[in-house]
């Protein structure tokens, strides 16, 4: 399994990304990939995941209302769109993908990182 995240960036407080996470190496019909993030001085942090089979998605509390997960079947890519963007969401972000029921533990695939930073 190979997880490539793209996407990240600078960008001003209130704005938006999208991070896209290509993945490929076999069929993922039965994974769940999720989204994590490591702030500065921080650990590892669940932000969100979807079941590739049927799209039911799990953000993170802190999470709602400003980001979305979604995945594209044709291009293998799942995305994490984030809106509202504050100085705190400021970290690498990480896909990740796994087989099996849970949220937010047991992702065993990862990929590299993207850099997201937030100016206030």
């Known amino acids: 399994v190979q997880l490539q995240a793209s996407g990240g960036g600078l960008v001003q407080a209130g704005g938006s990304l999208r991070l896209s996470c290509a993945a490929s190496g076999r069929t993922f019909s039965n994974y769940r990939m999720g989204w994590f993030r490591r702030g500065p001085g921080k650990e590892r942090e669940f932000v969100a995941s979807?079941?590739?089979?049927?799209?039911?998605?799990y953000l993170a509390d802190s999470m709602k209302g400003r980001f979305t997960i979604s995945r594209d079947n044709a291009k293998n890519t799942v995305y994490l769109q984030m809106n509202r963007l504050k100085p705190e969401d400021t970290a690498v972000y990480y896909c990740?993908?796994?087989?099996?029921?849970?949220?937010?533990?047991?992702?065993?695939?990862w990929g590299q990182g993207t850099q997201v930073t937030v100016s206030s």
């Open positions: 979807i079941y590739w089979s049927d799209g039911s998605t």
């Open positions: 990740a993908a796994k087989v099996g029921s849970d949220t937010r533990y047991g992702y065993n695939y």
